[in-house]
């Protein structure tokens, strides 16, 4: 009995796609924390399973911008179920599938619960294609686990007319099948008694083997050919039969030409939308900080601490606060692509292209992504099965724009051009990401022959899911979810430095404080950058995160008198000198360095740690080094190579 | 020369004979469905060159059309 109070597992298991994280939302409910990641599932989450009278509704997500818990300590006598990322075999060969058998204990360094296996599994099958399904749910029979199979997309089983007969299958198989639909969560209440009945006490001692050969994979599509044929009503009782064709959608989608024109469109159509669409929220964010600084300000007594609140926090927060419609509008728009199925088309699409400079179509998402954030990005990087090809990406994805560089690039290019070009603007915005992928792919190619290793023959291969119309839910409730995490993190750096920054300039007395002492040590690194130490600890502090950057600057002119968002920094930029003369800081050169220092510096503590977690420290630190050093040596050129050419 | 899946034109149908290549990439393309005597149907190609998309067991799977030179039909 003494079993009766551990924590009991549960494993979802299936290919990628099969639905298995609507299954684990449903199956888990939101009221219990839950460790996961929008988009592919990377890293494995752990819930409790919920009662059977208990509510389901979409599990909470875990902010994208931190670096996940890999421990996770179950509730005792609760039973607990773990989503993993799909699998094509039960013998990984990427980083996303040994997550997945991690979590069976298929592999030595076991994280969920050391030595012990699971006490049961649910195998979800996509009843459109049972036949690529069924070998991993023989394999973990064979193994000795007890499976639940749970059958998934069977409305759409029934519109091709190929439904699967559940019951016939249960037979067959000679386990529970219940069928689910992950959208709706219908049949989720049977799914629980089917688990509960099949479910022991003590987990089973089942090992899955370690290498399957040629024979076995045959003999496994040969017994799941002939089980689907005699499970599908209406369908062809020929084992492997064809669909009909591609659907209509597919048709130009995937055509040679118009698939490439459909593939530029929708990258440029994804942040046109940013940048468009975000104006009108923008200045309503610009017009309320700017309320907010004048009601504090008319509120308060004046003195030290009014310069803080007002001048620096408010500012502060107000220039980076400008960006977030930017940014929740990037992430709705990257959420509409990840629910609908065109990734993988565009990962298709996009490969023979990125192997030219040693990627993988597989790197596509992963580099998408990291025009939102690195970390998430940097986390579906493990899906590339090649080990060369996924360090490569993982290599060039800090290069990247990411949505924390958005208020930077508002400020410099706000800078740049002259506020009545908006069209200029966009362009020079537009610019910027190209000059992003620009410096990966020249990353990607030089970090290839740094790197000794041997190209991989994994090649790709990638499934192309049935088109979904978007779930509007899913795709605002992911997009809210990543924008929150954006404000709260961005929003405590900023305050926590705002404060830091203000007393290092406001002690011990403003005319000689701590931070001109500190900055003189640092300023022959600036000055060839055409900076003065000011501008230097605002770079520093934009290590601890890129957006701190503007808020910093709001700081330090701040202090000096005025304050009030982009405009008003801006224009105390404009009048900004080096100390003791009238040379001005910010010209048109030292910008545009500034411009290139941030293109390629690697500023996030956050990216670092989780590519040490991700690789190594060496190639943590390394990539660090490199950037950084690369961005000043290019900010220089850039800066005295202006001056050359006769630009201030 | 043994034709591949790589020679197949666009709506063309075949049925798998062998799988080659380094035991890495033929186990995988195995375990996607790619078994002898399975039949698939090429349904598009990207462009110059680029990857190839075909049909098999109620799936589509993409492949680099170096991959699928390494399936023999």
Redesign the interface.
């Known amino acids: 009995m003494d079993g009766m109070n551990e924590a009991r597992i549960i494993v979802l298991l299936g290919a990628p796609n099969a639905g298995k994280t609507s299954l684990y939302n449903h199956l888990t409910g939101s009221r219990f924390k839950t460790v996961n990641y929008p988009g592919a599932t990377v890293e494995y989450s752990v819930g409790r399973l919920r009662a059977p009278g208990e509510s389901a509704s979409i599990g909470a997500k875990a902010p994208d911008c931190h670096v996940p818990d890999a421990k996770v300590e179950p509730e005792a006598g609760s039973i607990q179920v773990i989503d993993t990322p799909g699998i094509?075999?039960i013998?990984p060969?990427s980083e996303d599938e040994k997550v997945a058998l991690t979590a069976l204990g298929a592999l030595d360094t076991l994280l969920v619960t050391p030595h012990r296996t699971p006490h049961a599994l649910v195998c979800v099958v996509d009843a459109?294609?049972?036949?690529?399904h069924l070998?991993v749910v023989r394999e973990a029979m064979k193994a000795g686990f007890p499976v639940v199979v749970a059958l998934t997309m069977n409305d759409l089983a029934r519109r091709k007319g190929?439904d699967v007969d559940s019951n016939r299958l249960s037979e067959l198989l000679g386990t529970p099948v219940v069928e689910v639909d992950g959208r709706s969560g219908i049949g989720v209440t049977d799914l629980v008694s089917a688990i509960e009945s099949i479910l022991p006490d003590h987990p089973v001692n089942a090992t899955l083997p370690r290498t399957?050969d040629?024979d076995r994979?045959?003999d496994n599509?040969?017994w799941a050919?002939t089980i689907?044929a005699r499970t599908i009503r209406n369908g062809s009782t020929q084992p492997?039969?064809?669909?009909p064709?591609?659907g209509r959608l597919?048709r130009i989608v995937?055509?040679?030409?118009l698939?490439?024109v459909v593939f530029v469109a929708a990258m440029t159509g994804l942040f046109w939308l940013v940048f468009s669409a975000a104006a009108p929220f923008m200045d309503l964010v610009e017009g309320f900080f700017g309320w907010l600084g004048q009601w504090v300000g008319e509120w308060m007594p004046d003195g030290l601490a009014k310069g803080l609140v007002v001048d620096g926090v408010i500012a502060g927060a107000g220039a980076v606060s400008v960006f977030i419609p930017q940014i929740a509008i990037l992430f709705l728009a990257l959420g509409l692509l990840e629910d609908s199925g065109y990734l993988?088309r565009g990962s298709?699409?996009i490969?023979?292209?990125l192997?030219t400079i040693g990627l993988n179509?597989k790197s596509f998402v992963p580099l998408l992504s990291g025009a939102a954030c690195a970390i998430p990005a940097a986390l579906a990087a493990r899906t590339i099965?090649g080990r060369r090809e996924r360090l490569l990406t993982l290599l060039v994805i800090p290069l990247m724009s990411c949505s924390a560089r958005l208020p930077v690039w508002g400020l410099l290019l706000g800078f740049l051009v002259p506020p009545d070009r908006t069209l200029l603007g966009g362009f020079a915005l537009a610019g910027i990401y190209v000059l992003s992928i620009a410096f990966a792919s020249v990353a990607a190619v030089v970090g290839g022959r740094i790197l000794r290793i041997e190209p991989?023959?994994?090649?790709?291969?990638?499934?192309?899911p049935h088109w979904r119309p978007p779930t509007f839910r899913t795709v605002v409730v992911s997009a809210w979810d990543r924008t929150v995490s954006y404000v709260k993190r961005a929003g405590l750096t900023i305050l926590a430095i705002s404060i830091v920054f203000w007393a290092l300039m406001t002690f011990p007395d403003p005319g000689n404080s701590a931070m001109s002492w500190l900055g003189r040590l640092i300023a022959p690194i600036l000055a060839p950058m055409g900076l003065d130490w000011k501008v230097g600890a605002a770079l520093i502090a934009a290590f601890a995160a890129r957006e701190v950057f503007v808020s910093a600057l709001g700081v330090i002119y701040a202090v000096q008198g005025t304050g009030d968002s982009v405009d008003g920094l801006l224009a105390a930029m404009r009048q900004a000198t080096f100390e003791g003369t009238s040379q001005l800081v910010f010209t048109p050169a030292s910008v545009a360095g500034l411009v290139v220092f941030f293109l390629i510096a690697l500023q996030c503590m956050t990216t670092v740690a989780v590519m040490r977690r991700e690789v190594s420290t060496r190639f943590a630190l390394g990539q660090m080094a490199a950037f950084v050093a690369v961005a000043w040596v290019l900010a220089v050129a850039t800066v005295q190579g202006l001056r050359l050419a006769g630009i201030p | 020369m043994k034709l591949s899946l790589s020679h197949l034109q666009t709506n063309q149908e075949a049925s798998i004979r062998r799988v080659h290549g380094p035991s890495s990439l033929s186990h995988r393309l195995q375990e996607l469905g790619f078994t002898p005597g399975t039949a698939v149907r090429l349904v598009a190609k990207a462009a110059f060159g680029g990857a190839m998309a075909f049909q098999l067991r109620g799936s589509i799977i993409a492949l680099r059309r170096s991959d699928a030179a390494c399936v023999e039909i």
């Open positions: 094509v075999s013998i060969r459109t294609q049972p036949a690529r070998p190929q399957l040629d994979i045959q599509f040969h050919d689907a492997g039969s064809l669909n064709g591609l597919d995937l055509h040679p030409i698939g490439l993988a298709m699409i490969d023979r292209l192997v179509g099965t991989s023959q994994t090649g790709f291969q990638v499934e192309l």
